[in-house]
């Protein structure tokens, strides 16, 4: 009988170490600081990205990709919209930047009887998909006033919304970056960045775009 009980007593032993260490781990599992905020959840009111202590951040630019509505270049050589952004997603998985910003004329949409939102809204399910913070600015081809109407929402499939109809859009969507900050006079959808020291919350440097 001795013999059992203190095979019992090891076994309970045993027990009650694994589940302390169990509960140990558990108190030391905080969450992971963000990447990123929001300028709506950020402190300061502007979009936030973070680095370690005396970190770098990797910015990946990209510029013109110019997705087109009737794919018209492909008559000289466009590999078309697909391929596009099959190419920009496959390039941001592989080298994994901290932010990508797209500096202008994501989309070339001549026309009054479309919209440019669901060119824009692939670009957007491609970072949610990645989990990397992105934002962009406007090109001259993204939302022409030529081809805009002042009345379109951002849920009207045959015309062409107004830049501010399109930020407000693109801001529901975790990953992207842009605001239209009303500090800003001079232009819809110029924003800043912060880059900000994950720990000391310092400022590094701040990106106007």
């Given amino acids: 009988m001795k013999k059992y009980a203190r095979f019992f007593a090891l076994l309970c032993l045993t027990a009650l170490f694994a589940l302390s260490l169990v509960t140990l781990s558990a108190c030391n599992d905080e969450p992971a600081p963000p990447a990123f905020v929001k300028a709506s959840e950020s402190a300061d009111g502007y979009a936030t990205v973070y680095i370690e202590n005396g970190g770098k951040l990797d910015v990946m630019v990209l510029s013109d990709p110019q997705v087109d509505y009737t794919e018209k270049y492909k008559v000289v050589g466009s590999p078309g919209n697909d391929v596009t952004y099959s190419f920009i997603e496959d390039f941001v998985a592989a080298t994994d930047p901290d932010l990508v910003v797209i500096n202008g004329d994501l989309v070339m949409l001549d026309s009054f009887a479309a919209s440019q939102v669901p060119y824009f809204v692939r670009y957007a ?18 939302c022409d006033a030529l081809y ?3 009345t379109a929402t951002a849920d009207d499939a045959d015309s062409q919304c107004t830049k501010d109809a399109l930020i407000a859009k693109m801001s529901e969507y975790e990953h992207c970056l842009i605001t239209n900050d009303e500090a800003c006079a001079d232009g819809a959808g110029n924003h800043f960045v912060n880059v900000r020291e994950r720990g000391s919350g310092k400022l590094v440097y701040t990106m106007c775009l």
Avoid: A, K, M, Q
């Avoid at 491609?126 to 600015?137: K, S």
């Fill in 125 to 142: 399910e491609i970072f949610e998909r990645l989990g990397t913070p992105w934002t962009f600015t406007f090109g001259n081809h993204d």
């Fill in 148 to 150: 805009s109407d002042e």
